[in-house]
């Protein structure tokens, strides 16, 4: 395992997917009161889960199998919150330049989560 991380609050991945969460809890704050339980409810949640799933996952890192199947889920939730992103610009509540901008933060999530996914040795103890 590698010794650099002590805890997930380590991992680059997981700060910037929480720094990610917390600005779109901030831009969501601008959309109208009617999307609160629908669009700014699923965006809010599906971005709080991608850092979640990587505490979970460094929490099982024991487990190779179970490190790289919540790893799998976040990933999963990334895609979500990318969904979400692309209707808060379609129904013209985000400018295109903030799109744009959660659009390439959050390619650079996925990439880390493939590769510990790809790798989860690096980041997992040793039997």
């Known amino acids: 395992m590698n010794n650099q991380y002590r805890g997930y609050r380590d991992l680059r991945v997981y700060q910037l997917s929480y ?15 009617e999307e ?11 971005s709080r889960a991608v850092p979640a ?5 460094w929490k099982k890192r024991r487990y190779v199998k179970a490190f790289v199947s919540k790893l799998s889920d976040s ?6 919150t990318e969904v979400w992103l692309d ?23 996925n990439k880390m989560l493939f590769s510990m996914m790809e790798r989860p040795e690096r980041f997992c103890h040793s039997s």
Request: charge should be negative.
């Open 87 to 109: 209707f808060s610009l379609d129904c013209e509540y985000m400018p295109k330049h903030r799109h744009d901008y959660y659009r390439q933060r959050y390619d650079e999530v």
């Open 75 to 80: 990933y999963t939730e990334s895609g979500e």
């Open 53 to 57: 799933l990587i505490a979970e996952a």
């Open 19 to 33: 720094a990610l969460a917390m600005e779109i809890f901030r831009e969501t704050k601008k959309f109208p009161r």
């Open 36 to 46: 609160l339980y629908s669009l700014t409810d699923q965006i809010r949640r599906a």
